[in-house]
């Protein structure tokens, strides 16, 4: 069983409370919010007000991926806005050692810590840090978009880490990121994913059903 992480990137605005109900009444236990600033990826989406308005309609673990170029000032504007998670991108950062930096003021404030890779970036540098992190998100497209194919260069990472999180006996999760259906679903949970984004996939079919199809 995996957590189920539908990404309101693809929900539909117009129909904000009634999508928000479906999730609530979902198998879902997160919800991904995929924060861009149109500088670290070629796409903008949106700022800490969207959470406080998710926190007013749900109960749902707020999983806020912020793929910007400056982390380290994002993550509190969204820990400051109910984020119960924050990754933010190895990528953004000079060094692993900034990064370990910023998952441990991320963690004293109560929240938990996570690091992404974009499909180019290799998980081996994580390895000796994994028990700074609770989640690494791998993820199976170039971040920015919705709805493009997954890329299965996800999968090998997916298993090399789940070995190293298990040789180290740390409690990292795995969360997979992009193109995710029934199907590349299936084989991230078998390659030892634990949580799921799934964006489009949930939300241009009934939530309920697409969401338990994932589980
Ligand atoms: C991509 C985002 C994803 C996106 C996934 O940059 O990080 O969370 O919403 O969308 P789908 O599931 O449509 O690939
Ligand atoms: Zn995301």
Redesign the pocket.
């Known amino acids: 069983m995996a957590i189920v992480?539908p990404?309101?990137?693809?929900l539909d605005f117009s129909d904000f409370k009634n999508q928000v109900e479906k999730l609530n009444s979902s198998e879902a236990e997160w919800i991904?919010f995929?924060v861009?600033d149109g500088h670290f990826?070629p796409?903008l989406t949106f700022g800490p007000d969207i959470l406080k308005a998710f926190k007013k309609s749900s109960d749902l673990f707020m999983d806020v991926?912020i793929?910007v170029s400056d982390p380290v000032f994002f993550s509190n504007v969204f820990i400051e806005n109910g984020a119960d998670c924050i990754t933010f991108h190895l990528e953004a950062l000079e060094s692993i050692e900034k990064c370990v930096e910023l998952a441990r003021e991320i963690r004293k404030k109560g929240v938990l810590a996570g690091i992404?890779i974009k499909p180019k970036t290799s998980c081996e540098c994580l390895y000796d840090v994994l028990n700074e992190f609770d989640l690494v998100?791998v993820?199976?497209?170039?971040?920015?978009?919705?709805?493009?194919?997954?890329d299965d260069t996800a999968l090998d990472k997916i298993r090399k880490l789940k070995e190293e999180i298990e040789k180290r006996n740390c409690h990292t999760l795995i969360e997979v990121?992009?193109?995710?259906?029934q199907a590349t679903g299936l084989l991230c949970k078998n390659a030892g994913a634990d949580v799921l984004?799934?964006?489009?996939?949930?939300?241009k079919q009934n939530i309920v059903e697409a969401v338990k199809t994932l589980k």
């Open positions: 992480a990404s309101v990137l693809s991904h995929d861009m990826v796409n991926h793929m992404s998100l993820m199976s497209v170039e971040p920015g978009f919705g709805g493009q194919k997954f990121d992009g193109g995710i259906n984004v799934a964006g489009s996939y949930v939300f």
